[in-house]
């Protein structure tokens, strides 16, 4: 038996691109685009519509009504199915507080204590909601197997679509605010990233990164022990401290590290020195 996950649409599924971001990481291949949208508010329609294929072609009114529906559905009768559990009133909520806690380190005691509820409970809340394909928890990452299993998750809704749904956040918003526009395109890329990964043809796991004051986004590991870097940028421009977590790990791994992207609102590819790459977004689906 071999289990696949189904989850939404990925834009190059949806743009019916044969694109392998994760296969090009590997490859130190990274595509090389010229004339990319600049700026966010050209990503805004893909990050509200996301990926399921049911709300792709709905109107803004009747794609949320389409979103609080399945919500509705998923939250009573497919979790009902999965668990006995009698507090499931309590998992709007907790998939709303999860939501505002999106690409962000995710520690369970402390939701409870906003919720009101046992940290227990929330971890095994948390668990049916990522069996019921609505968040997925990504682990964090260090060089020995041991330690990565005792590092804090990051969380993220799997849809943008419904992400921002659950945020109240609309194309104005994420356009103007600073504080969202990131917290949604780290999750819109890292749940893109992860749909690639599902279907590359190097089987890799994906890991956060941070120790002490670096951090990286996205670290995919093969079964061999080789390692890719994706960093994420809102902004069209950037600076060097945004790859130097990234060119740090290069320079630890050596060899082992096959290439690090920063993933911008810019316009083209760019070099930034040995294994590192500038790309717009739309490499991940174009």
Not at 133 to 140: K, Q
Not at 203 to 213: A, F, P
Request: aromatic content about 8%; some cysteine; charged content about 25%.
């Amino acid at each position: 038996m071999e289990l696949i996950r189904l989850s939404p649409l990925a834009q190059s599924e949806i743009e019916t691109s044969p694109t392998s971001f994760v296969d090009a990481l590997f490859a130190n291949e990274p595509a090389r685009i010229a004339n990319a949208p600049i700026g966010r508010r050209a990503f805004v329609d893909r990050i509200l519509s996301g990926g399921y294929p049911a709300a792709l072609h709905r109107s803004r009114r009747r794609r949320e009504a389409w979103f609080t529906s399945y919500l509705e559905s998923s939250l009573g009768r497919d979790l009902r199915e999965l668990s006995d559990a009698y507090k499931l009133r309590e998992m709007p909520s907790l998939l709303r507080t999860v939501a505002t806690q999106a690409a962000n380190l995710f520690v369970a005691s402390s939701t409870a204590q906003r919720l009101g509820l046992d940290h227990r409970t929330v971890g095994a809340y948390c668990d049916l909601l990522e069996a019921a394909f609505l968040i997925r928890r990504i682990p964090g990452w260090r060089p020995g197997i041991g330690a990565r299993e005792i590092q804090t998750p990051k969380v993220y809704v799997v849809d943008s679509g419904l992400l921002c749904h659950l945020l109240g956040a609309d194309a104005e918003r994420l356009a103007s605010d600073d504080q969202v526009a990131g917290k949604v395109l780290e999750s819109f890329v890292a749940m893109e990233v992860a749909r690639h990964a599902d279907w590359a043809a190097i089987g890799t796991r994906l890991y956060h990164y941070r120790s002490g004051r670096r951090e990286v986004d996205l670290v995919l590991e093969s079964r061999s022990g080789e390692i890719a870097c994706v960093e994420v940028k809102a902004g069209a421009s950037f600076g060097a401290s945004d790859w130097r977590a990234m060119e740090a790990l290069r320079d630890e791994r050596g060899e082992g590290f096959r290439s690090g992207v920063l993933l911008y609102t810019g316009e083209r590819t760019l070099p930034l020195g040995d294994r590192l790459w500038a790309v717009p977004i739309s490499a991940l689906w174009s």
